[in-house]
């Protein structure tokens, strides 16, 4: 069974920095891109990076472009995302996801992970 | 920036047809892909490639793709459909989620 753990969320004030990780799983996590996805409280679903299995082709959304960098190990099956420079507006659950192939700009997400909450406050 | 927009909710009755729409510019040349998601639980996915169902999702839901529009089509709604759906897609290497819409079964 394909199993994705979040961990490192936590409550962090305004322009510090968070590095989440995701436990992969119950599958060949190195021949697979991922991403990770985050939901405001009560709002939807939003994009944030995704990496390809080798780590060769990166995407980042807009939003965080500049200020959060995934990367991974494949010796480890694990994901991660360094956010620095915080703002209120990161504020989410952030979620990882398994690609549908090696490459981070298509295909679906699945599954996800139970996430892990980031919560940017003074 | 790319833009997915759905409804904000539909309902619909027990064994009817419920049908959420995604709008896009030309989205039907690209694929669509539906999450649904429960109060407290994370997405899953419910169809991927436009309209392929995978492994552990009934038969009743259904999708198309095409001009602007993507649907999502559950037919014989029961009460365990009700949740947020979002659509998604991808434009320009970027991942682009609808805004959700919540589906309501009364």
């Known amino acids: 069974e394909v199993q994705l753990v979040e961990s490192g969320g936590g409550l962090v004030q305004p322009g510090r920095s968070l590095r989440l990780s995701c436990a992969a799983s119950g599958f060949a996590f190195a021949d697979y891109a991922m991403h990770w996805v985050r939901q405001a409280p009560g709002k939807g679903l939003e994009w944030v990076s995704g990496?390809?299995?080798?780590?060769?082709?990166?995407a980042y959304a807009e939003s965080v472009k500049g200020r959060f960098t995934i990367s991974r190990d494949n010796a480890k099956n694990s994901l991660y995302l360094q956010m620095n420079s915080l703002r209120a507006e990161d504020t989410a659950l952030y979620y990882c996801?398994?690609?549908?192939?090696?490459?981070?700009?298509?295909?679906?997400?699945?599954?996800w992970g139970q996430g892990t909450l980031v919560t940017v406050s003074s | 920036s790319y833009e997915l927009t759905q409804p904000p909710s539909v309902s619909v009755s027990p064994g009817q047809t419920a049908s959420i729409t995604c709008s896009g510019d030309?989205?039907?040349?690209?694929?669509a892909y539906w999450y649904q998601q429960k109060p407290g639980q994370s997405p899953v996915l419910v169809l991927y490639q436009d309209s392929k169902r995978p492994s552990g999702i009934p038969e009743r839901f259904s999708g198309s793709n095409s001009g602007n529009t993507a649907t999502l089509t559950i037919s014989g709604t029961q009460a365990m459909d009700e949740a947020d759906y979002y659509c998604?897609?991808?434009?320009?290497?970027?991942?682009?989620f609808g805004g959700g819409t919540k589906l309501t079964v009364l």
């Open positions: 998604q897609a991808w434009d320009s290497s970027t991942g682009v």
């Open positions: 030309k989205l039907g040349v690209k694929y």
């Open positions: 990496i390809s299995w080798n780590s060769g082709s990166i």
């Open positions: 996801a398994k690609a549908q192939g090696q490459d981070p700009y298509s295909g679906k997400f699945d599954p």
